[in-house]
């Protein structure tokens, strides 16, 4: 497999400016309880999986693939119906009305590795420890509970061949200390979409 492409980061600017997308800029509509806008979210979501281009490593492949696969149902369901799916809230109560749950189930691991990713980053941007023991951390809390026996070593694998905590950031963009300031706002906006969507979907209108 060919490794992808990483997406240059212009002189004094960041990886971050390079996203499609920013989890930054997803409408939350508070008035509607929260209520996500889709478009926004999926096109955020995509541009996140880059990062794992970033991480330099073919082992890395598998995650992205898998959430690029999930972005691609709730996608579906939402071309399907768009004027019910204008948010991610009504797009899984309308779906799951339909006896469907395929973009629902989606959104499920979506998040789940969402969250992973968040709170592998959070924590390494706090500390000093690499990225390697930040995602094996986040791993242990967030999708290994759900992984089955063979899905485990794919995701250890990659999670060994993450680069030195130095390089990563040195990818990131040359101004460090620019690096991490947008990284902390994109990531307290990504736990606050992901701590709204585990609550809605742990919720009885989310089960199918």
């Keep these: 497999m060919a490794a992808t492409a990483v997406v240059q980061v212009p002189a ?40 794992f ?12 693939k898998d959430m690029l696969g999930n972005v691609e149902k709730i ?11 204008q948010d991610l809230q009504d797009l899984v109560r309308n779906e799951l009305k339909s006896k469907s749950h395929n973009a629902t189930e989606g959104l499920l691991w979506l998040v789940r590795g969402l969250e992973f990713t968040c709170i592998a980053l959070s924590k390494n941007v706090s500390s000093a420890e690499e990225l390697a023991d930040s995602f094996r951390g986040s791993y242990s809390v967030t999708l290994k509970p759900h992984h089955s026996f063979l899905v485990k070593p ?10 030195y905590r130095k390089d990563f950031y040195a990818k990131l963009g040359d101004d460090e200390q620019k690096v991490q ?14 701590n709204i969507l585990k609550a809605f979907l742990d919720s009885k209108e989310a089960k199918w």
């Design 181 to 194: 300031e947008e990284l902390r706002q994109y990531l307290v906006a990504l736990e606050k979409i992901v």
């Design 154 to 163: 794919i995701f250890s694998a990659a999670m060994s061949a993450c680069p």
């Design 12 to 51: 004094g600017g960041t990886f971050l400016e390079t996203f499609k997308k920013s989890f930054v800029d997803v409408p939350i509509d508070a008035d509607k309880g929260n209520a996500i806008s889709t478009s926004e979210f999926l096109e955020a979501a995509e541009s996140l999986t880059t990062m």
């Design 53 to 64: 281009d970033v991480l330099g490593s073919v082992a890395f492949s598998p995650v992205k």
């Design 75 to 85: 996608r579906k369901r939402q071309l399907a119906a768009p004027v019910e799916s």
